[in-house]
């Protein structure tokens, strides 16, 4: 498995995302830097992880990281820019949040984020094979989770907390028997369709 040690810079990011499928809630981005090296053991894709370790694994990341850094895009320039743009402008905004500036950065992916203050590198399925892109992945999906919770609370009936807006049966049911709230995006065929055959009465918007 790659590692940062592979480089020889001192100040070294991983960088990932998490949002990019969902109908609906924020694109969230994370970067983080270990300067000396040394990550929590079990770090891996967030994906593979339980809820309950990735919430433990984010908390000894935080406590033990160099720097870190969350970006939040919301539903709104989503839709402007598209979800690939604001991807990047998430990850964009996370490295530059870091202090000291990274040296290196590795991003998941296979797409650059432009105007970066120090060279950078993709790795596809990086956040599986890098335990430093694997850290940065965990900080965004926990960030993210957290704020689809909050969005339940807002929106009941939508079950966000359940499937964190991701396009399951049981969102997909709820948009066709609610509406769309705010936080749904527009710029989505599954919501363009289901608002297209709604009533006006029913639009949330």
């Known amino acids: 498995m790659p590692s940062i040690i592979e480089s020889n810079y001192a100040f070294i990011a991983g960088v990932d995302e998490a949002g990019r499928g969902p109908l609906a809630g924020p694109v969230v981005a994370a970067a983080v830097m270990f300067a000396d090296k040394n990550l929590p053991i079990g770090i891996r894709d967030s994906k593979q992880l339980t809820a309950i370790k990735r919430e433990q694994l984010a908390e000894q990341i935080q406590l033990t990281a ?11 320039d989503i839709d402007q820019l598209n979800i690939l743009q604001a991807s990047l402008l998430a990850m964009r905004q996370a490295v530059l949040q870091l202090t000291p500036t990274p040296q290196q950065v590795f991003i998941d992916g296979n797409q650059c984020p432009t105007g970066l203050p120090c060279s950078a590198q993709t790795v596809v399925h990086g956040d599986a094979l890098m335990p430093l892109i694997g850290a940065a992945s965990i900080l965004a999906k926990v960030t993210r989770d957290r704020l689809m919770i909050e969005l339940d609370a807002r929106y009941p009936g939508y079950g966000f907390a359940q499937h964190k807006g991701y396009p399951t049966a049981a969102h997909l049911a709820a948009l066709k028997r609610l509406g769309a709230c705010p936080e749904h995006r527009r710029s989505f065929r599954p919501v363009r369709e289901v608002i297209a055959q709604l009533p006006p009465a029913v639009l949330n918007i």
Do not use: C, D, L
Not at 66 to 76: C, G, K, L, P, R
């Open 66 to 76: 160099t720097s870190y850094a969350i970006a939040v895009v919301q539903v709104a």
